[in-house]
């Protein structure tokens, strides 16, 4: 399996719970690197153009709300299969249906406020990189 990087935010409902640390335990310790990593506060915009695949849906205005509404935590991370990787860890979107020991079934308060998000996709990944970060601040 080829070495990836995948893009990651630790959601403003993990953010205000001092979560930060847990879930990147949860990264660390499945051999996932955290290669680079800021804590910023979108505006309802940014939030709105990075979910804009998400436009035509009933959530996507609570969503925008929701991801604007206190820091969040954006990170690239490297590893083997990052990608599928990173999904598995982070488990399934609605903490209900996600397995034991996954993030979302740790830490997630609601499908809509579930933690994390994760690129679903080799394409998605590259875009959100590039759409939060520089390539001088992916130090590996
Ligand atoms: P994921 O974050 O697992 O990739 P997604 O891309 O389908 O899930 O949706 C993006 C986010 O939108 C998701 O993390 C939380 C929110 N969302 C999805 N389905 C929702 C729903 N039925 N009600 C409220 N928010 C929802
Ligand atoms: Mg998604």
Known sequence: MALERTFSIIKPDATRRNLTGAINAKFEEAGLRIVAQKRIQMT?????????????RPFYDELCDFMCSAPVVVQ????????????EIM?????????????????????????????????????????FFAGLELVG
């Open 76 to 87: 690239v991370l490297e590893g083997e299969g990052a990608i599928a990787k990173n999904r």
């Open 91 to 131: 488990g399934a979107t609605n903490p209900a249906d996600a397995a034991p020991g996954t993030i979302r079934a740790e830490f997630a308060e609601s499908v809509g406020e579930n933690s994390v998000h994760g690129s679903d996709a080799p394409e998605t990944a590259a875009v959100e990189i590039a759409y």
């Open 44 to 56: 309802k915009a940014q939030a709105g153009k990075f979910y804009e695949v998400h436009a035509e």
